[in-house]
């Protein structure tokens, strides 16, 4: 291996081969690799300038000699060899004699290494796999390579973030993970890991990951690089101050994301929601946002209210706003091929094509396909129809849906960006839809746009992007699901993130078990950064008139509205609607810690409460910002449960007053009205009105 370096970096070269290696804000590194001459330009999820480091790099040269050499051949048979290091504050890399990577912290303790099965004659001992711990390999006649990362893997290592993944897992160690997007799966692929760095897999291919015991090993099937980012930190959240400086942060949450969000599939006219609105108001119930669901419109790609059933929506719009309530629109990235926008966008090259076959990527209510969000006149050309249809009339918030995209089926080997091939950057699709949103709306003047996105990637944060879990089922075993699912993906550096409360699919309105799991969603929902109730709603309602101008209409669930499951019902959702009113002043107080540190609002144990070895174990409960512990039922018929309470303060359960020393796990009293709530010492929030059981 040949080392030179210049200010700030160091370049290793074997061959067509070179890796550089250079500071990429405090206390971390990027790792870049091609067999290019010239290294590909693309920074992908590391948008935003940082300092230029000041890194100590060192080049020298070392004394080789085979380990089976007899002694009396050593001196004449030992060769001489160059190793390098950079360090950038508390993190070292360092190449050995054989071109192998180690990284260490502060203290000289290893991070991590890569993995090399081949004969290390430093070693004391030597594996003739030939097993490289890098890999590019070419595609034949091809610039296109397949990119491997391997690194050895650590028995106590837990691992964390990763975004969002219909599993239930919280600790990925053990697991292997599909680098791609899915309803319902949003991969970010940051990871923190317990043993003191987080690394990000800087690359938008479609891939996997896995952390594995025997090794852990990254993979982009199509790619023209190896890139990655590396940081090192005392704490979880060192490590993700450092981890969002590169890649962005929030803007500052608007006040309307901090309240109630009122939402149903779907509410079919401008009356039936005004309507709504207006009962909702009358109770005296706090509400935030109320949505207008897909169709809408006619047809998918119009960008545009259907003049029908929405007669009037600035009119619409202006009332809600007299109401302190903000509208938010459901917009597609879906372009009908009968649509007024698929003809013009279609000779623009503004669509994502197909390779093979018929380009129609979805034909649910029509038959329709993607515009390409990689591409800068294409966002430009959906912003200027959203902003002339939506945006002048007064909405500020935009649900923006089919996010991944939803490619039905999901054959990325056969779709084609303006970016290139969707094997090669499909996954920063989300980001960069969002940002056509995000840039819009900042060049009309809006300071912290903030949109709904049913998807995300490493960075989406930076363009006010609010992730939710997608059309997820209406159970406890998905609620326990997506609770794990938002911990990680506060912890993969988005802290924006929601559920449809009650969960999507399958709530039958008429069912007892189904009110029980929505009443329990609803108090868990009231602490997730954002509190809105979604979801489909069975039996469903069919829509008076069916057709509009030739098409077929979406139909209706039945009424998701906190007084249409009985008084009972409305009392309990009422507590903690006023619950979350009281407690705006620490809820912004957050959203401003995330804004300017990059801190999940809701977070794991550990991330509070790292040196308490307990918190690394503990997945279902979780910290809501840093005072108040959350510890959700996750579970039917349950009117008790086990809490663990971080040592190193006391904690005081919210439902009953009683005070507790922290290590130790006690049994919180849960009716079906109570969500246990325990907050840390020296704290006072206003949430129930105490009453001893």
Known sequence: MHYT???????????????????????????????????????WALTEELPAGSPCITIEEVSLVEPWIPEAEKEARTKRVSVASIQNGLITARFNAEGWLTFYNEKGDVLLEEQWRNRDRLDRYCVPLRVDGREMKPYPSSDDYRIVQRFEANEDEKIFG??????????????????????????????????????????????????????????????????????????PAQILVQYTAATGRVPMMPEYGMGFWQCKLRYRTQEELLTVARKHKSLGLPMDVIVVDFFHWTRQGDFKFERRDFPDPAGMIQELKSLGIELMASVWPTIDSKSENYGPMNEQGYLVYADRGMNIMMNWMGETVFFDATNPGARQYVWERCKENYYKDGIRIFWLDEAEPEYGPYDFDNYRYYLGPAMQCTNIYPALYAKAYYDGMRAEGQEAPMNLVRCGWAGSQRYGTLIWSGDIHSSFRSMREQLQAGLNMGIAGIPWW?????????????????????????????????????????????????????????????????????????????????????????IRECMKASHTTGEPVMRAMFFDFPMDPACWNVYDQYMFGPDILVAPILTAKTSERSVYLPSGTTWTESATGRVYEGGQTVKAIAPIDIIPLFVRAGKEYPLYEITLF
Request: a negative charge.
């Open 5 to 43: 370096k210049t200010d700030t970096r160091l370049i290793a070269s074997q061959g067509t081969a070179q890796i550089w290696i250079e500071p990429w804000g405090d206390n971390s590194l990027r790792i870049r690799m091609t067999k290019a001459a010239d290294m590909d330009s693309n920074d």
């Open 162 to 235: 990763l975004g969002q993944y219909q599993e239930g897992i919280t600790n990925k160690k053990g697991a292997t993970l599909e680098l791609a997007h899915r309803n319902t799966q949003a991969s970010v692929p940051f990871m923190l890991s317990s043993r003191g760095y987080g690394l990000l897999w800087n690359n938008p291919a479609i891939g996997t990951v896995t952390f594995a015991t025997n090794k852990t090993e990254w993979i982009a099937e199509h790619s023209k690089k190896l890139d990655y980012f590396i940081t090192a930190g005392d704490t």
């Open 498 to 586: 929601t559920t449809d409360i009650g969960g999507f699919l399958g709530g039958d309105v008429n069912n007892a078990d189904f009110k029980e799991l929505l009443i329990r969603w609803f108090a868990w929902g009231a602490f997730c950064p954002v509190f809105r109730l979604h979801g489909e709603r069975v039996p469903h309602i069919e829509p008076e008139q069916a057709v509009i101008d030739g098409v077929v209409q979406m139909n209706s669930g039945s009424a998701n509205e906190v007084w249409s499951y009985g008084e009972d019902a409305l009392a309990i959702f009422s507590k903690y609607l006023f619950m979350r009113e009281r407690l705006r002043p620490y």
